[in-house]
């Protein structure tokens, strides 16, 4: 996911400089979305991970 997020990250800054910024916009605000699923999911999975007993890191 955070894959997802760096490539829409990209997109958006070459589509930026190319002029094309609906798309520019759409692919940061995609990228946005993705980072901040991307850091909950971070989250959840180490305070799981610390309930369970294992240390998060």
């Known amino acids: 996911m955070l894959g997802y997020a760096l490539l829409f990250a990209i997109l ?7 002029g094309f910024f609906a ?3 759409l692919s ?3 990228a946005k979305i993705l980072l901040i699923v991307f850091v909950i999911l971070l989250i ?7 309930l369970r ?5």
Do not use: E
């Open 12 to 18: 958006a800054l070459v589509a930026g400089y190319m």
């Open 23 to 25: 798309l520019a916009g």
């Open 28 to 30: 940061a605000t995609i």
């Open 44 to 50: 959840v999975s180490a305070f799981s991970g610390a």
């Open 53 to 57: 007993g294992r240390p998060p890191f």
